[in-house]
Protein backbone atom coordinates (compact mmCIF):
# COMPACT_ATOMS: atom_id res chain seq x y z
CA UNK A 1 0.00 0.00 0.00
CA UNK A 2 1.56 3.68 -1.09
CA UNK A 3 2.30 5.64 2.24
CA UNK A 4 0.85 9.25 2.42
CA UNK A 5 4.35 10.18 4.23
CA UNK A 6 7.40 10.48 1.05
CA UNK A 7 9.69 11.24 3.39
CA UNK A 8 10.39 12.97 6.95
CA UNK A 9 12.35 13.82 10.10
CA UNK A 10 12.76 13.85 13.22
CA UNK A 11 15.03 14.59 16.79
CA UNK A 12 14.57 13.47 19.69
CA UNK A 13 11.79 10.63 20.53
CA UNK A 14 9.80 8.81 17.93
CA UNK A 15 7.11 10.79 17.20
CA UNK A 16 3.62 9.78 18.10
CA UNK A 17 2.76 8.67 14.80
CA UNK A 18 5.73 6.48 15.11
CA UNK A 19 7.06 7.82 11.30
CA UNK A 20 10.34 9.50 10.02
CA UNK A 21 14.30 9.28 10.38
CA UNK A 22 16.04 10.55 13.39
CA UNK A 23 18.62 13.83 13.78
CA UNK A 24 20.54 14.59 16.22
CA UNK A 25 19.63 17.88 17.91
CA UNK A 26 20.45 21.45 16.45
CA UNK A 27 21.02 20.43 13.09
CA UNK A 28 21.12 23.23 10.42
CA UNK A 29 18.05 24.12 8.32
CA UNK A 30 20.08 22.70 5.30
CA UNK A 31 20.06 19.48 6.90
CA UNK A 32 16.72 19.73 7.84
CA UNK A 33 15.41 20.39 4.21
CA UNK A 34 17.64 17.44 2.98
CA UNK A 35 16.38 14.54 5.48
CA UNK A 36 13.33 15.73 6.17
CA UNK A 37 12.35 15.48 1.83
CA UNK A 38 12.34 19.08 1.40
CA UNK A 39 14.86 19.48 -0.79
CA UNK A 40 13.29 20.43 -4.19
CA UNK A 41 10.81 23.19 -6.11
CA UNK A 42 7.73 23.42 -6.81
CA UNK A 43 7.65 24.47 -10.85
CA UNK A 44 4.94 25.77 -13.00
CA UNK A 45 3.95 24.34 -16.95
CA UNK A 46 0.92 25.91 -18.57
CA UNK A 47 -2.26 23.55 -19.41
CA UNK A 48 -1.71 21.97 -22.66
CA UNK A 49 -3.97 19.67 -24.11
CA UNK A 50 -4.35 17.88 -27.85
CA UNK A 51 -7.50 17.85 -29.85
CA UNK A 52 -8.25 14.52 -31.51
CA UNK A 53 -9.63 14.90 -34.76
CA UNK A 54 -10.93 11.98 -37.16
CA UNK A 55 -8.00 11.54 -40.00
CA UNK A 56 -4.99 14.00 -38.24
CA UNK A 57 -3.19 13.24 -35.31
CA UNK A 58 -4.60 15.96 -33.64
CA UNK A 59 -2.82 19.73 -32.36
CA UNK A 60 -1.54 20.74 -29.17
CA UNK A 61 -3.56 23.74 -27.55
CA UNK A 62 -3.08 25.64 -24.26
CA UNK A 63 -5.30 26.81 -21.89
CA UNK A 64 -3.88 30.05 -20.47
CA UNK A 65 -6.33 30.23 -17.48
CA UNK A 66 -4.73 26.98 -15.49
CA UNK A 67 -1.23 25.99 -14.86
CA UNK A 68 0.19 22.71 -13.81
CA UNK A 69 2.22 22.42 -10.53
CA UNK A 70 5.04 19.50 -10.53
CA UNK A 71 8.63 18.57 -8.29
CA UNK A 72 11.41 19.80 -9.53
CA UNK A 73 13.12 17.18 -9.11
CA UNK A 74 10.99 13.87 -9.99
CA UNK A 75 8.86 16.01 -12.55
CA UNK A 76 6.33 14.64 -10.76
CA UNK A 77 2.66 16.13 -11.43
CA UNK A 78 1.26 17.70 -7.92
CA UNK A 79 -2.03 19.46 -9.57
CA UNK A 80 -3.48 21.81 -11.79
CA UNK A 81 -4.12 25.39 -10.34
CA UNK A 82 -5.72 28.07 -11.47
CA UNK A 83 -3.12 31.38 -12.63
CA UNK A 84 -3.36 33.22 -9.58
CA UNK A 85 -2.33 30.26 -7.21
CA UNK A 86 0.47 31.64 -5.12
CA UNK A 87 2.73 28.92 -4.84
CA UNK A 88 4.75 28.10 -1.33
CA UNK A 89 8.12 26.39 -1.59
CA UNK A 90 8.68 23.46 0.45
CA UNK A 91 11.99 25.65 1.69
CA UNK A 92 9.42 28.49 2.39
CA UNK A 93 8.15 26.24 5.59
CA UNK A 94 11.54 25.33 6.75
CA UNK A 95 13.53 29.09 6.02
CA UNK A 96 10.13 30.29 8.58
CA UNK A 97 11.49 28.89 11.42
CA UNK A 98 15.23 30.56 10.88
CA UNK A 99 15.15 33.25 12.98
CA UNK A 100 12.48 31.61 15.50
CA UNK A 101 15.47 28.46 15.60
CA UNK A 102 18.28 31.09 16.04
CA UNK A 103 17.10 33.79 17.97
CA UNK A 104 13.85 32.97 19.73
CA UNK A 105 15.07 29.64 21.26
CA UNK A 106 12.76 27.60 19.01
CA UNK A 107 13.71 24.12 18.54
CA UNK A 108 12.51 21.88 14.84
CA UNK A 109 11.58 18.83 16.26
CA UNK A 110 9.67 17.26 12.82
CA UNK A 111 9.11 18.58 9.23
CA UNK A 112 8.32 16.26 6.00
CA UNK A 113 6.31 15.51 3.23
CA UNK A 114 2.82 14.11 2.83
CA UNK A 115 1.01 12.53 -0.46
CA UNK A 116 4.12 13.01 -2.92
CA UNK A 117 4.46 16.74 -1.98
CA UNK A 118 1.40 18.02 -2.43
CA UNK A 119 1.54 18.47 0.95
CA UNK A 120 4.59 19.55 3.67
CA UNK A 121 5.02 21.02 7.23
CA UNK A 122 7.29 21.14 9.88
CA UNK A 123 6.72 21.55 13.48
CA UNK A 124 9.15 23.10 16.34
CA UNK A 125 9.20 23.57 20.01
CA UNK A 126 8.65 27.15 21.34
CA UNK A 127 9.60 26.09 25.07
CA UNK A 128 6.19 27.65 26.66
CA UNK A 129 5.33 24.53 28.28
CA UNK A 130 3.22 24.25 31.51
CA UNK A 131 2.61 21.51 33.80
CA UNK A 132 -0.70 20.55 34.67
CA UNK A 133 -1.19 19.18 38.71
CA UNK A 134 -0.04 15.67 39.00
CA UNK A 135 3.05 16.30 37.09
CA UNK A 136 1.66 16.14 33.35
CA UNK A 137 3.50 18.13 31.60
CA UNK A 138 2.06 19.89 28.25
CA UNK A 139 4.55 21.05 25.77
CA UNK A 140 3.96 23.66 22.76
CA UNK A 141 4.80 23.96 19.25
CA UNK A 142 4.32 25.74 16.10
CA UNK A 143 3.01 23.51 13.38
CA UNK A 144 3.63 25.29 10.14
CA UNK A 145 1.59 23.60 6.68
CA UNK A 146 0.62 24.19 3.53
CA UNK A 147 -0.82 22.20 0.16
CA UNK A 148 0.15 22.38 -3.37
CA UNK A 149 -3.53 21.04 -4.20
CA UNK A 150 -6.01 23.96 -2.79
CA UNK A 151 -6.73 21.41 0.34
CA UNK A 152 -4.88 23.37 2.87
CA UNK A 153 -4.04 27.02 2.87
CA UNK A 154 -0.81 27.93 4.76
CA UNK A 155 -1.63 27.43 8.15
CA UNK A 156 1.04 28.59 11.48
CA UNK A 157 -1.03 26.89 14.61
CA UNK A 158 -0.11 26.88 17.94
CA UNK A 159 -0.09 23.21 19.00
CA UNK A 160 0.40 21.40 22.12
CA UNK A 161 1.45 17.78 23.01
CA UNK A 162 0.58 16.12 26.23
CA UNK A 163 3.87 14.47 26.88
CA UNK A 164 2.65 11.34 28.67
CA UNK A 165 0.77 10.24 25.97
CA UNK A 166 2.31 12.03 23.10
CA UNK A 167 -1.32 13.72 22.16
CA UNK A 168 -1.89 16.57 19.84
CA UNK A 169 -4.02 19.42 20.51
CA UNK A 170 -4.52 22.49 18.47
CA UNK A 171 -4.61 25.59 20.94
CA UNK A 172 -7.84 27.81 20.62
CA UNK A 173 -9.98 30.01 22.83
CA UNK A 174 -13.28 30.53 22.59
CA UNK A 175 -13.79 27.99 20.36
CA UNK A 176 -11.69 29.84 17.61
CA UNK A 177 -8.57 28.24 16.79
CA UNK A 178 -5.47 30.30 17.28
CA UNK A 179 -4.41 29.79 13.92
CA UNK A 180 -3.26 32.00 11.38
CA UNK A 181 -4.12 31.23 7.42
CA UNK A 182 -2.68 32.71 4.54
CA UNK A 183 -5.23 31.44 1.09
CA UNK A 184 -3.34 30.36 -1.71
CA UNK A 185 -4.71 33.27 -3.52
CA UNK A 186 -2.13 35.83 -1.31
CA UNK A 187 0.98 35.58 -1.41
CA UNK A 188 2.74 34.07 1.59
CA UNK A 189 4.19 36.47 3.85
CA UNK A 190 6.54 34.89 6.69
CA UNK A 191 7.17 38.07 8.83
CA UNK A 192 3.31 39.11 8.82
CA UNK A 193 2.34 35.70 9.69
CA UNK A 194 4.94 35.54 12.74
CA UNK A 195 3.47 39.45 13.71
CA UNK A 196 0.26 37.93 13.52
CA UNK A 197 1.01 34.64 15.14
CA UNK A 198 2.95 36.63 17.85
CA UNK A 199 -0.55 38.13 18.71
CA UNK A 200 -1.78 34.24 18.90
CA UNK A 201 0.46 33.13 21.17
CA UNK A 202 0.06 36.08 23.57
CA UNK A 203 -3.00 34.58 24.73
CA UNK A 204 -0.89 31.56 25.78
CA UNK A 205 -1.44 32.15 29.40
CA UNK A 206 -5.44 32.40 28.48
CA UNK A 207 -5.24 28.65 27.00
CA UNK A 208 -3.17 27.32 30.00
CA UNK A 209 -5.68 28.80 32.12
CA UNK A 210 -8.32 26.87 31.18
CA UNK A 211 -6.55 23.21 30.81
CA UNK A 212 -6.12 24.00 34.30
CA UNK A 213 -9.71 24.48 34.77
CA UNK A 214 -10.36 21.44 32.99
CA UNK A 215 -7.71 19.45 35.17
CA UNK A 216 -9.55 20.78 37.82
CA UNK A 217 -13.66 20.19 36.93
CA UNK A 218 -14.41 16.57 37.96
CA UNK A 219 -17.27 15.26 36.34
CA UNK A 220 -19.68 12.35 37.17
CA UNK A 221 -20.41 9.13 35.38
CA UNK A 222 -23.45 10.96 33.60
CA UNK A 223 -21.68 14.10 32.41
CA UNK A 224 -18.87 12.07 31.13
CA UNK A 225 -21.23 9.69 28.82
CA UNK A 226 -23.04 12.96 27.54
CA UNK A 227 -19.93 13.98 26.78
CA UNK A 228 -18.28 11.30 24.93
CA UNK A 229 -21.98 10.91 22.90
CA UNK A 230 -21.68 14.22 21.94
CA UNK A 231 -18.63 14.76 20.72
CA UNK A 232 -17.89 10.95 19.27
CA UNK A 233 -21.30 10.10 17.74
CA UNK A 234 -22.45 13.77 16.29
CA UNK A 235 -24.07 13.71 12.85
CA UNK A 236 -25.29 16.85 10.83
CA UNK A 237 -25.40 18.65 14.29
CA UNK A 238 -27.51 16.16 16.08
CA UNK A 239 -26.74 13.37 18.64
CA UNK A 240 -28.57 10.24 17.90
CA UNK A 241 -30.11 7.65 20.16
CA UNK A 242 -28.27 4.77 21.23
CA UNK A 243 -29.50 2.06 19.16
CA UNK A 244 -28.40 3.94 16.17
CA UNK A 245 -25.11 4.95 17.14
CA UNK A 246 -22.80 5.27 13.69
CA UNK A 247 -19.74 5.28 15.92
CA UNK A 248 -20.48 2.67 18.64
CA UNK A 249 -16.28 1.08 18.22
CA UNK A 250 -15.14 4.74 18.68
CA UNK A 251 -17.77 5.18 21.70
CA UNK A 252 -16.59 1.79 23.41
CA UNK A 253 -12.65 2.90 22.70
CA UNK A 254 -12.83 6.61 24.45
CA UNK A 255 -14.82 5.19 27.38
CA UNK A 256 -12.27 2.67 28.16
CA UNK A 257 -9.20 5.58 27.80
CA UNK A 258 -11.09 7.52 30.02
CA UNK A 259 -11.42 5.32 32.49
CA UNK A 260 -7.99 3.56 33.04
CA UNK A 261 -7.14 2.67 29.89
CA UNK A 262 -5.57 5.62 28.26
CA UNK A 263 -1.87 6.77 29.22
CA UNK A 264 -1.83 9.25 31.60
CA UNK A 265 -5.57 8.65 32.95
CA UNK A 266 -4.72 7.63 36.37
CA UNK A 267 -2.87 11.31 36.90
CA UNK A 268 -4.44 13.65 39.58
CA UNK A 269 -4.95 16.49 36.34
CA UNK A 270 -7.49 13.41 34.56
CA UNK A 271 -8.47 10.94 36.68
CA UNK A 272 -12.68 11.95 36.75
CA UNK A 273 -11.82 15.29 35.19
CA UNK A 274 -12.72 17.81 32.33
CA UNK A 275 -9.25 16.80 31.35
CA UNK A 276 -9.27 13.26 30.83
CA UNK A 277 -12.84 13.27 29.08
CA UNK A 278 -10.91 15.23 26.39
CA UNK A 279 -7.46 13.18 26.93
CA UNK A 280 -9.72 10.46 26.06
CA UNK A 281 -10.69 11.53 22.85
CA UNK A 282 -7.37 12.87 21.82
CA UNK A 283 -5.29 9.52 22.37
CA UNK A 284 -8.28 8.14 20.50
CA UNK A 285 -7.35 10.11 17.57
CA UNK A 286 -4.17 9.99 17.18
CA UNK A 287 -3.25 6.41 18.39
CA UNK A 288 -6.53 4.01 17.85
CA UNK A 289 -8.50 5.41 15.09
CA UNK A 290 -9.19 3.20 12.46
CA UNK A 291 -6.74 4.17 9.50
CA UNK A 292 -5.14 2.68 6.45
CA UNK A 293 -1.64 3.30 7.98
CA UNK A 294 -0.04 5.79 10.60
CA UNK A 295 0.60 8.14 7.70
CA UNK A 296 -3.09 8.16 7.31
CA UNK A 297 -3.80 8.73 10.74
CA UNK A 298 -1.63 11.39 11.05
CA UNK A 299 -2.91 13.12 8.10
CA UNK A 300 -6.26 13.13 9.61
CA UNK A 301 -5.11 14.02 13.18
CA UNK A 302 -3.56 17.35 12.09
CA UNK A 303 -5.59 18.08 8.82
CA UNK A 304 -8.78 16.23 8.54
CA UNK A 305 -11.77 14.38 10.51
CA UNK A 306 -9.35 13.46 13.31
CA UNK A 307 -8.53 17.55 14.00
CA UNK A 308 -12.02 18.09 13.86
CA UNK A 309 -13.20 15.57 16.36
CA UNK A 310 -10.52 17.45 18.68
CA UNK A 311 -11.42 20.27 18.12
CA UNK A 312 -15.29 19.13 18.97
CA UNK A 313 -13.97 17.49 21.87
CA UNK A 314 -12.14 20.96 23.23
CA UNK A 315 -15.17 23.22 22.56
CA UNK A 316 -17.31 20.90 24.56
CA UNK A 317 -15.02 20.22 26.96
CA UNK A 318 -14.34 23.98 27.68
CA UNK A 319 -18.53 24.32 27.79
CA UNK A 320 -18.20 22.75 31.04
CA UNK A 321 -16.01 25.21 32.84
CA UNK A 322 -17.86 28.24 31.47
Same mark, same amino acid.
Given at each position: ? *????????????????????? +??????????????????????????????????? $???????????????????? +????? &??? &??????????????????? !????????????????????????????? !??????????????????????????????????????? +?? #?????????????????????????????????? %??????????????? *?????? #?????????????EKLPNERAL?????? %?? $???????????????? #???? *???????????????????????? !?? #??????????? *??????
Open positions: M *AHLVEQMAYVGDTPWHGLGNQ +LSPKQPLEVWRREAGMDWDILESPVHFKSNIAGHL $GSIHTFPEQKVLYRSDTKMP +LSVVS &QRY &QTVQPNDVIEFYRDLTEVS !GFELETAGVLKGGRKFWALARTGQDFTLK !GKDLVNSYILLATSCDGTLATTATPTTVRVVCNNTLTVS +LN #GAPMAIKVPHSTKFNPDVVKRDLGIAVSQWDDFK %YQMNLLSQRKVRWKE *AMGYFM #GVMCQLDGEVLVPRVVQDL %YD $GRGRGSELESASGTAW #GLLS *AVTEFVDHHKQARSNDNRLDSAWF !GQ #GAQIKQRALDT *ALQLVA
